[in-house]
């Protein structure tokens, strides 16, 4: 089993950029397919980034790109999601995720094994 924790969250004002990291203990970071996803109040979780174990593919989902971008620091085992040009519509808590099954679909939560507590990112305009 996989340790996750998210941090770095806050509130930033719209057009601002936050990096969010998420530590990754018990395993390395390369045993595992890592994603972001996100919930906003009254929403379902939706996909936000993903990043394949050894790094060879990343995907970020299409009404994000251009703004978030995912990436991982395998010597810390750590996990980022850079953010940039904020907008209210981003506000949710982000969490980071981790999938053992090499094939599976990162684009549903479902695949996921394990999940960090979440951190709570606010953007005002």
């Known amino acids: 089993q996989v340790q996750l924790v998210e941090s770095g969250g806050g509130l930033v004002q719209a057009g601002g950029s936050l990096r969010v990291p998420c530590v990754v203990s018990?395993?390395?970071?390369?045993?595992?397919?890592m994603g972001w996803f996100r919930q906003a109040p009254g929403k379902e979780r939706e996909f936000v980034a993903s990043?394949?174990?050894?790094?060879?593919?990343?995907d970020v989902a299409d009404i994000l790109k251009g703004r978030f971008t995912i990436s991982r620091d395998t010597a810390k085992n750590t996990l980022y999601l850079q953010m940039n040009r904020l907008k209210p519509e981003d506000t949710a808590v982000y969490y980071c995720?981790?999938?053992?099954?090499?094939?599976?679909?990162?684009?549903?939560?479902?695949?996921?094994?394990?999940w960090g507590q979440g951190t709570q990112v606010t953007v005002y305009s």
């Open positions: 995720a981790a999938s053992r099954n090499v094939g599976a679909n990162r684009f549903d939560p479902m695949e996921y094994d394990d």
């Open positions: 018990g395993q390395s970071i390369m045993n595992y397919i």
């Open positions: 990043i394949t174990r050894y790094g060879a593919s990343e």
